[in-house]
């Protein structure tokens, strides 16, 4: 019988060397290649890890001034002052006239009503509007810190939801994608916090106006519309904080073998997505008219 391949015979040493080397080119290829693909998984771990140490803690931080000492807020009402008198004036006119027609006195109660409320909002409203904002923002920071086990967020969120990324079961196009929606997620959710502040200011300003003349129907539509608003932009910082804490969990708990910590990555990342669509759904919910 002939042997076949590598073998003691002198005739099949070229077979033997052939073997040796393809063996051996496929290590080192093979070597190469997981070299590569280890050191370009560690660049992106590094690059999420200090953009999301950088810019994952800004939005929690962000906490609003309180808008009674807020010169913008003041300047906007001090500005829309008149506005706000004409439009209470005109809807006293239609009162009138609405009473004149009727022969009633509904009217003149939706004045006073109108007026009452006008008062209060003018008076009280950014006191309130500004301790809503304020326990909101304390809120959102605490149930952050008890998601991280009081711990600041700076300090583990790199940890957190960057070391279940380092196991060998993560592919290196899942790392990508994870660390690529990481770090928009948190610069989106930085931008919508930069909204937030600003619509607030807006909204607490223009507040007094919008009650002016809720006695007429479109007064009121406008004044419970802003209302509406008002309380959707305060709500969206703890209920995005929320969802944010559910996310730390569930990433945090991403132990054990590669297949049981890819689950718990992917889960608690769409849950950071899902913090940042919040706002809409949190407007509709508010103002089902918001959407229309």
Do not use: H
């Amino acid at each position: 019988m002939i042997p076949l391949g590598c073998s003691a015979a002198p005739w099949d040493w070229g077979d033997c060397i052939s073997q040796y080397l393809g063996d051996a080119l496929e290590w080192a290829i093979g070597s190469t290649f997981k070299f590569l693909f280890d050191a370009f998984k560690q660049v992106v771990i590094e690059a999420v890890e200090s953009v999301m140490k950088a810019v994952g803690t800004l939005w929690i931080d962000i906490d609003t001034p309180a808008f009674g000492n807020n010169s913008a807020v003041a300047f906007v009402q001090q500005r829309t002052l008149w506005i706000m008198i004409l439009a209470a004036t005109l809807a006293m006119i239609i009162g009138g006239v609405r009473m004149a027609i009727s022969q009633r006195g509904e009217p003149v109660r939706d004045i006073v009503k109108s007026l009452l409320t006008m008062v209060v909002v003018s008076t009280a409203g950014v006191a309130i509007a500004s301790t809503l904002i304020q326990i909101s923002d304390a809120f959102s920071e605490w149930i952050v810190d008890q998601a991280l086990e009081g711990s600041t967020f700076s300090e583990k969120i790199g940890e957190i939801l960057v070391n279940p990324l380092k196991t060998e079961g993560v592919g290196l196009m899942l790392v990508i994608v994870i660390g690529i929606l990481m770090v928009i997620t948190s610069l989106v959710q930085l931008a919508l916090m930069v909204v937030r502040y600003g619509m607030l200011i807006l909204l607490v300003g223009v507040l007094p106006l919008t009650a002016s003349a809720t006695n007429t129907e479109a007064g009121m539509a406008w004044f419970k519309r802003a209302v509406a608003w008002l309380a959707g932009f305060i709500l969206y910082k703890p209920i995005a904080a929320i969802i944010y804490s559910a996310a730390i969990m569930s990433i945090g708990s991403a132990e054990g073998e590669p297949d049981d910590v890819t689950l718990p990555v992917i889960t608690g990342l769409t849950m950071m997505v899902l913090s940042v669509v919040a706002l809409p759904a949190i407007l509709r919910f508010v103002s089902p008219r918001t959407g229309s």
